[in-house]
């Protein structure tokens, strides 16, 4: 070795390269099979232009996003009220490529089959790389319908579904684009929105209202418009909320500050009073609830989307890693003990992919079939319970597997996770999902039986994915009602039964890993303790190629 410069101490080695760029579409045989599996190959060129842009440039952007966070101003320096959340420059050339690239808008701008299920690829691609800008873009696609059903406000879904990003605090006449936010829950409810007091007053125009309150999450409030709940005359309603008045005026909305949050630093949200702010109504009086429910479908699908695509980055990471890295004279990824764990976290991306881009086609084919629609009912809440439940501790497992270097703000570990709570409690907790997991089962009894039709494709494949489906057939079937203090333990018995199925009915290697330690009980408490037969290097390759 050439000898030490004077005063230099030590050589730089026995570290990895950087991880990027690289192409996260190519690098990920479990998100190409699974997209072309539930119907989105058509879309497959858009999927890998996105997936080279993510994993190359939108990556390096990333990390000032992240760590330059918004900033409120509410008033400029005369005195006059503004209201405006400043962001890092690369947080706008991020929300600008992603919406250019539909993310926010695919699945209503070209609305072919398989529209859905590309436009959540491009959600996973996106959220792995910066999970902030997920929460507006994911907002302002479940918009969209919504907005749909108020023939006045054709102009907004059309801007909201396009492939235009425009920053600047204008009105919406003067965009060619447009993003959305909400604010259903305040201080005294949380997620029971029906404690909502903020109160809309109709005016005299039809369908305009004057609405005086308070929101305790508004989400993006940086947003062109919200979609709001408020008691009206006649009961919950859903309105439109826009940060400019049509006759040109600023709206009587208030942030009143930032929150201070654990993670998705990248992202604003806030505390919000409205004095008199002026709203259109969305559907009818009292129907609040029932006006926002295929948004709520729609943001649970991203929820899961963000946290299996939070496991995949975080396994990549590891990967990544563990290939460079020598210890004990030998590299990381040689070392058994270490290959089991990549492989048993490698196991769970595969399974979480595969549930998310089902869930993906259910909604995709609901208003044309209406068994893809009572599954999409039914496995949006399951699947956003369970895979986002999955998420924290996995990341903490990938971060162990960098050791110190993981716990360190350099990497990308400690924002991964910081945001991995996030998706179980945004659109409900926990708890909110297995009690509507049991309210589909009781009140749509076609839903239990789209996911028992499921479940059943799969019989005969495998002897430990049978004894599930055959302590699940009875709840399925509405034959064996299910108790509130049990809805946990059945809710995620669901979910890994259609992990199994999936991975099962597509030949995936992961399958035959996946139901002896998921379902058959061969597993420890912690990631690494697949049976020595199962931890199979090819879920490494196929995780990340090497």
Request: glycine share 8%; hydrophobic share 45%.
């Amino acid at each position: 070795m050439d000898p030490l410069p004077p005063f230099a101490t030590h050589r730089v080695d026995n570290q990895p390269p950087e991880f990027a760029p690289r192409d996260l579409w190519a690098d990920d045989a479990a998100l190409r099979e699974a997209v072309a599996r539930e119907d989105g190959a058509g879309f497959a060129e858009t999927l890998a232009i996105y997936g080279a842009l993510a994993g190359d440039e939108l990556y390096r952007l990333s990390f000032d996003a992240h760590r330059d966070r918004p900033r409120l101003r509410t008033h400029d320096r005369f005195g006059q009220r503004i209201d405006l959340v400043e962001f890092h420059p690369h947080y706008h050339r991020i929300m600008q490529a992603a919406v250019e690239h539909g993310v926010a808008g695919l699945s209503w701008s070209q609305p072919r089959p398989g529209a859905h299920v590309a436009r959540a690829a491009l959600s996973y691609l996106h959220h792995q790389v910066e999970p902030g800008t997920s929460c507006p873009l994911t907002m302002t696609h479940a918009a969209v319908p919504v907005l749909g059903r108020a023939p006045a406000l054709e102009d907004w879904a059309r801007k909201a579904a396009g492939p235009h990003y425009d920053p600047r605090d204008l009105p919406a006449a003067d965009k060619l684009g447009l993003t959305l936010g909400m604010g259903m829950t305040e201080k005294q409810g949380g997620s029971d929105v029906r404690a909502n007091a903020t109160v809309a007053t109709p005016l005299a125009a039809e369908g305009e209202y004057e609405l005086v309150g308070h929101k305790w999450f508004f989400s993006a409030p940086m947003s062109d418009g919200f979609l709001v709940l408020a008691q009206a005359p006649g009961g919950l309603t859903c309105f439109l909320l826009p940060r400019w008045r049509p006759d040109g005026r600023k709206n009587a909305l208030r942030l009143m500050r930032l929150k201070d949050k654990l993670g998705d630093w990248s992202n604003a949200s806030s505390e919000v009073e409205f004095a008199g702010a002026w709203a259109r109504r969305i559907g009818e009086e009292g129907r609040g609830v029932a006006t926002i429910i295929e948004m709520v479908m729609l943001t649970r699908l991203d929820c899961m989307l963000g946290s299996a695509a939070e496991m995949r980055m975080a396994l990549a990471q590891a990967l990544h890693h563990a290939r460079h890295r020598h210890a004990f004279g030998r590299r990381l990824a040689e070392h058994a003990l270490m290959r089991n764990v990549l492989a048993d976290l490698a196991v769970e991306v595969e399974a979480a992919v595969a549930l998310a881009m089902r869930a993906a086609r259910a909604v995709d084919r609901a208003a044309l079939d209406p068994h893809e629609a009572a599954l999409a009912r039914l496995v949006t809440a399951v699947g956003k319970y369970w895979v986002c439940k999955r998420a924290p501790g996995f990341v903490n497992e990938a971060q162990e597997c960098l050791g110190g270097a993981g716990y360190v703000e350099e990497s990308l570990l400690p924002r991964l996770y910081r945001q991995a709570p996030l998706n179980s409690i945004w659109e409900g907790s926990g708890n909110i999902q297995c009690l509507d997991v049991l309210r589909a089962l009781t009140r749509e009894p076609e839903a239990g039986a789209a996911l028992l039709a499921e479940l059943e494709a799969a019989q005969g494949l495998q002897r430990d994915f049978d004894a599930q489906l055959a302590a699940l057939r009875p709840v399925l079937g509405g034959r064996t009602p299910i108790l509130e203090i049990e809805a946990r333990r059945w809710t995620e018995a669901m979910a890994l039964a259609l992990q199994a199925a999936l991975l099962l009915r597509a030949g995936n290697p992961a399958a035959e890993a996946f139901c002896v330690t998921r379902l058959a009980g061969d597993h420890g408490n912690a990631y690494g303790t697949l049976p020595a037969t199962l931890a199979d290097g090819r879920l490494l390759e196929r995780a990340l190629p090497g």
